[in-house]
């Protein structure tokens, strides 16, 4: 009965196809067969090279609305787009420009296959929120989805369908630029925001027109680049892959993510993208990831550098086996893959697999039945800075605020009779809140922090900058040139600062010293605003230190002197007003910390979630031999995980009590401030005696609450296998019997702790 059933399902199908076809038009056209069997009818139709093409991405290179290019490297592409050999552009925005570029692919090629267009969209398309490292401050998942929903909704306003992110790389090392692309140091706290943007940007419905496709990167290894020198080689045991960088594109996957990109980085001395470890082995075959991976921009031909591949040839070959699905700007696919089958190097199994991937999400998005479903004028002239999206960029901006110290409650500030001098050139710009990753914002269109000040009324604002950060107007291609010899703004701020009650300084990074490519050794202050933060602090030393940066920063100083130091990152478009209404008090900030601060450089990489070495404390008075540093202590200045609040709450009462397999985990928690406040309850476990030594703390749940003054609340935990487990080295995941302590409080640095043990 059942194989009559399935010759019947078949016959149905054919004849559906069939009927397609008589009419005129191809059964991939057909709304009513299933998105499988769609794909299945049009790759029956293609060509080795129409397929090859599906597979070969090419950034945007020329104006689309203007003439067609007729010589050099522009003119092949435009050739390729024209024969169908085109999958995927990038960088092509705008309605008019994607319109015009979908026209082509889908009304002048044989099949008329529609394009996937990929931009950046890393925290926001035109309105900024702010840098993902901030938002992972904020430790509020449905803020964060929120933002990425924003985000997806204004870039598919203008044609966009695919996302370049989020970045879900765990890093533990400062010193590297992208720490301000991911959520820092944490798998857990990674884990559970890599799903939270991912379900942001995919929504539940990919054929909804607000919705764009999302790409988990870069798999793997790539925020362990040693030294954190961007690009640079990675070496990390296998404990340490599964247990801390695999987690979180696991819980992309569970988020329904459709498509990876590969990193620069090697990983066992083979470059990520021709390794077939990392993309055939575990993502295709151990997770069953049914989307497709992209290459970065020319990671394929980057393999000849490595002295992995000896010419594009062979590097096509190596990625096409690894399974690298789609070659971003290497040519290598287009250009090599077609004779590579042919003379039995791929397989062409190989190529229709990832062709058929890339074909099922460009179905899924609905552009086989309307290529142009994100291209709408009026919808783009809408969506584009409404009200909608700056609000939600306002409210993530607030919410992503961390108060590193508040001696003396300096903050808030008083809303009437104050004289406040603002210092710094940072308070003034308009750019560089901006961030880093932010292609399609235009210039000075952030709200700065003098202008956020200077809508309240009540007080004396004056301004002084002092000294500038960088030299000139920094660009996304270019180094940031910075300012070490101009003191001649000093005097004026000296002169403002001798005048008033209270001094807010602005001072950090420039919003470019972050990102790509953009690695320091230094991170401290840049340029001269240590200098100038010394030289106020002697003439006022009443100071409310603002910081915008990209990356945390070594802040020995300012903690020994700085009365209230305030973590505002690059908060987007709404910077200004965010930071003036938590300075202000208007808001209560609640953030906490996603990656510790260092003391000295010299300690990075520096992580809560460290392992005991076999000398882990002090032995005795002046002995040398344990695990230290002669000049510096081992912990962080600002741990993972820390943040104050405007109020103040305290924790009793931690209660366990184990039910079968789960432990139930209680704890009281009171607001004993003056004001309303919110605070992250973070759990911590240690399993203390481990087949595979266990770090010290893992964070494994948290809760954000909500209480009035004397309010208390009774958190509850729930600790499963699921928490109490790992990966061993083949990848397994165990739960072995034994005991575990828990650690409970608003830090990495807990207030309290008991403990428990499981048995066999």
Not at 580 to 604: D, H, W
Request: hydrophobic share 40%; proline share 4%; glycine share 8%.
């Amino acid at each position: 009965m059942k194989n009559f059933i399935k010759s019947v399902s078949v016959f149905i199908v054919m004849l559906s196809m069939f009927s397609c076809k008589q009419n005129g038009e191809f059964a991939y056209k057909n709304k009513a067969l299933t998105i499988d069997e769609r794909v299945e009818d049009l790759m029956s139709r293609m060509t080795l090279e129409e397929k090859i093409g599906q597979m070969n991405q090419y950034n945007g290179f020329w104006n689309v609305t203007g003439p067609s290019p007729i010589q050099g490297d522009a003119a092949k592409k435009y050739k390729d787009l024209r024969k169908g050999y085109v999958g995927s552009m990038l960088n092509v925005r705008g309605v008019d420009e994607v319109s015009a570029v979908q026209k082509i692919a889908v009304e002048e090629t044989r099949l008329g296959i529609p394009l996937i267009i990929g931009f950046d969209v890393i925290h926001g398309y035109e309105t900024m929120s702010p840098i993902p490292l901030a938002e992972a401050a904020s430790w509020d998942l449905e803020a964060i989805k929120k933002s990425a929903e924003m985000a997806a909704l204004e870039a598919s306003s203008v044609g966009i369908n695919w996302t370049f992110a989020p970045m879900v790389d765990v890093s533990r090392d400062a010193r590297w630029g992208r720490v301000m692309e991911g959520a820092g140091e944490d798998t857990y706290l990674g884990s559970k925001i890599a799903y939270a943007r991912v379900k942001g940007f995919q929504g539940d419905d990919l054929s909804k027109e607000n919705t764009i496709v999302a790409c988990a990167k870069h798999f793997a290894g790539y925020g362990f680049a040693e030294s954190g020198r961007d690009y640079n080689t990675v070496d990390v045991g296998t404990s340490t892959l599964y247990n801390i960088i695999f987690p979180p594109f696991q819980a992309s996957i569970d988020a329904g993510v459709k498509t990876f990109m590969n990193s620069f980085n090697e990983l066992n001395g083979v470059p990520a993208t021709g390794n077939k470890f990392l993309q055939r082995d575990i993502l295709k075959r151990d997770w069953n990831f049914g989307g497709f991976v992209v290459s970065d921009w020319g990671s394929i031909s980057e393999m000849i550098a490595h002295g992995h591949a000896e010419n594009l040839k062979q590097a096509a070959e190596i990625a096409a086996n690894a399974g690298s699905d789609m070659d971003m700007e290497s040519y290598a696919y287009v250009d090599e893959l077609a004779n590579l089958v042919k003379e039995g190097k791929v397989k062409e199994a190989l190529i229709d697999d990832a062709a058929k991937r890339i074909l099922k999400v460009k179905f899924e998005l609905g552009l086989f039945d309307d290529p142009y479903k994100y291209c709408n004028k009026e919808r783009e002239e809408k969506i584009l800075g409404s009200q909608e999206v700056m609000d939600a960029s306002l409210d993530m901006a607030k919410k992503s605020i961390v108060l590193l110290k508040n001696q003396n409650q300096l903050l808030p500030l008083k809303k009437q009779g104050q004289n406040i001098a603002v210092i710094g050139a940072l308070a003034n710009d308009k750019t560089s809140p901006l961030g880093s990753w932010r292609i399609a914002a235009k210039d000075s269109t952030a709200v700065s922090v003098l202008e956020g000040l200077l809508a309240y009324k009540g007080n004396k604002i004056t301004y002084a900058k002092g000294t500038d950060v960088a030299i000139g107007i920094p660009d996304f291609i270019t180094e940031v040139k910075i300012n070490t010899t101009d003191k001649s703004g000093f005097l004026e701020a000296k002169t403002v600062a001798k005048k008033a009650d209270i001094v807010v300084m602005v001072l950090g990074e420039h919003g470019f010293q972050s990102g790509e490519g953009r690695s320091r050794t230094d991170l401290g202050l840049p340029g001269l605003q240590q200098e100038l933060l010394e030289e106020v602090y002697k003439i006022n030393p009443n100071i409310v230190l603002v910081l915008n940066n990209g990356r945390p920063l070594t802040l020995g100083w300012a903690d020994a002197h700085i009365p209230s130091i305030l973590e505002c990152w690059q908060l987007g478009t709404q910077s200004g007003n965010a930071i003036a209404q938590v300075l202000y008090g208007e808001y209560n900030p609640s953030g906490k910390l996603p990656m510790s601060f260092p003391r000295n450089v010299g300690q990075v990489p520096l992580y809560y979630n460290y392992k005991n070495t076999g000398r882990p404390t002090l032995p005795g008075k002046d002995v040398v031999f344990w695990s230290h540093y002669q000049d510096e202590k081992n912990s962080a200045l600002y741990p993972f995980g820390h943040g104050l609040s405007y109020t103040e709450f305290a924790y009793e009462n931690l209660k366990i009590k184990q039910k079968g397999n789960k432990v139930l985990v209680k704890v009281d928690v009171k607001n004993i401030g003056k004001v309303n406040g919110k605070e992250v309850v973070q759990l911590y476990i240690r399993d203390v005696f481990a087949s595979i030594t266990r770090p010290v703390k893992e964070l494994k749940g948290f809760e954000m609450i909500s209480l009035a003054p004397n309010e208390e609340k009774t958190i509850d935990f729930t600790l499963s296998d699921k928490e109490l487990g790992f990966y061993d080295n083949q990848g397994a995941f165990i739960v072995e019997p034994g005991k575990f302590k828990v650690f409970i409080g608003g830090s990495s640095k807990t207030v309290i702790e008991t403990s428990f043990e499981i048995y066999e």
